[in-house]
């Protein structure tokens, strides 16, 4: 049975950022960042265990042609992976760290 995909506010707000720095940069660019987004995020329907666990629980899906990463709790009780953040893969990780306690 495949896995319902479920955005945090605060994941979609950081979608939103980085899309439209992206549009900003090149007209197009954004849609095709938040393309390549949900073609990613669409793997974890049916792989939610893919990707290692690198805190916690949470799991870390790196994108592969932007310098994002994905990071991801799964409930599996209830077949739900939850997106918690888009992160920048040179920003501290620290930072998330204290966000995903």
Do not use: C
Request: hydrophobic share 35%.
């Amino acid at each position: 049975m495949a896995y319902q995909i479920k955005v945090t506010q605060q994941a979609e707000d950081e979608l939103d950022e980085v899309m439209n720095w992206y549009e900003e940069e090149k007209s197009g660019l954004g849609i095709a960042f938040l393309n390549h987004f949900f073609n990613q995020v669409a793997y974890l329907k049916d792989n939610p265990y893919l990707y290692q666990e690198v805190y916690k629980t949470y799991r870390r899906l790196l994108m592969q042609k932007y310098p994002y990463a994905v990071y991801y709790g799964i409930e599996e009780q209830k077949q739900e992976v939850t997106v918690l953040a888009i992160w920048h893969t040179s920003r501290n990780p620290e930072r998330l760290r204290n966000r995903l306690k």
